[in-house]
């Protein structure tokens, strides 16, 4: 059964400092493709069980994440890594791939 509301597809990568976010975040940032190293970081890199899948949260409901991390996911443009935000859990890093408006 769907539970009304708003719905994304993300990935995420999870890292510990605010200084290791910088550095990923640059490196996404000036690469030809982004998508790619995202991708890349997160297996490399993300302290979350999703790092064996590339990051990939797969499609989620709003409520069902941190509601830092939701409000980021609602904001930031489509296919793309703007910055890094910081929740209870860690450093995260988010590239939407669709959401429901």
């Given amino acids: 059964m769907r539970i009304s ?3 994304a597809h993300a990935r995420h990568i999870l890292v510990g400092s605010k200084s290791q976010a910088q550095n990923i975040l640059n490196e996404i940032t000036n690469a030809k493709k982004p ?5 890349n ?5 993300s302290k ?3 790092s064996e899948k590339k990051g990939d949260l797969g499609r989620f409901h ?3 994440m941190d509601p830092v991390f939701s409000k980021q996911v609602w904001k930031q443009d489509l296919e793309s890594c703007p910055c ?3 929740t209870k859990f ?6 939407v791939h ?4």
Wanted: aromatic share 18%.
């Fill in 35 to 39: 998508l790619k190293v995202f991708k």
């Fill in 48 to 50: 979350c069980p999703t």
């Fill in 90 to 95: 860690g450093f995260h890093l988010i590239w």
């Fill in 84 to 86: 890094y935000i910081k």
């Fill in 5 to 7: 509301g708003r719905y």
């Fill in 41 to 45: 970081m997160a297996r490399d890199y």
């Fill in 98 to 101: 669709s959401r429901d408006e």
């Fill in 62 to 64: 709003e409520r069902e």
